[in-house]
């Protein structure tokens, strides 16, 4: 029986995942699913639940932390509750974009307003950089 309460999206992206308080693992995985309260990750190492992690897709990062890590065949499913979006200037990320703005729009809320000239000469002066930067959060429900 079905557990979940929020709606899986299921996706297929590599991602490159770091777990950051002690560098612990830093590896490629697979972007399995996006739901409304986080990500689903396959991986071929486990990581610890309460692991806080970054996840790099092309010029997108995603952080946030391990709710659970579950043999899954020959690899491991990891559920990411994601806690923090920064997403860049590629097609890609604007169609990921699109996506967590289904998803989560919890997360995206607080996106600012980018108009007017300051805000352009800005851009322009960080062009190698990620272009948004949104933030929130719920706790993970299952």
Do not use: C, W, Y
Not at 13 to 25: I, M, N, R
Not at 33 to 45: A, P, T
Not at 107 to 135: F, K, M, T
């Amino acid at each position: 029986m079905e557990r979940r309460l929020n709606r899986r999206f299921p996706v297929d992206l590599e991602v490159q995942v770091t777990e950051l308080a002690t560098q612990g693992f830093s590896g490629k995985g697979r972007l399995a699913d996006i739901s409304n309260s986080g990500v689903r990750l396959s991986l071929s190492q486990p990581l610890t639940p309460r692991d806080i992690v970054r996840l790099e897709l092309t010029d997108t990062l995603l952080f946030g932390h391990v709710v659970h890590s579950r043999p899954d065949g020959e690899g491991f499913s990891v559920g990411i509750e994601v806690q923090r979006v920064l997403i860049g200037g590629s097609d890609l990320s604007r169609l990921l974009q699109r996506l967590l703005e289904q998803t989560m729009p919890h997360i995206l809320s607080g996106e600012s307003n980018r108009g007017g000239e300051q805000d352009e000469r800005e851009a322009n002066a960080r062009s190698s950089q990620p272009e948004a930067v949104v933030g929130g959060g719920e706790q993970e429900s299952e």
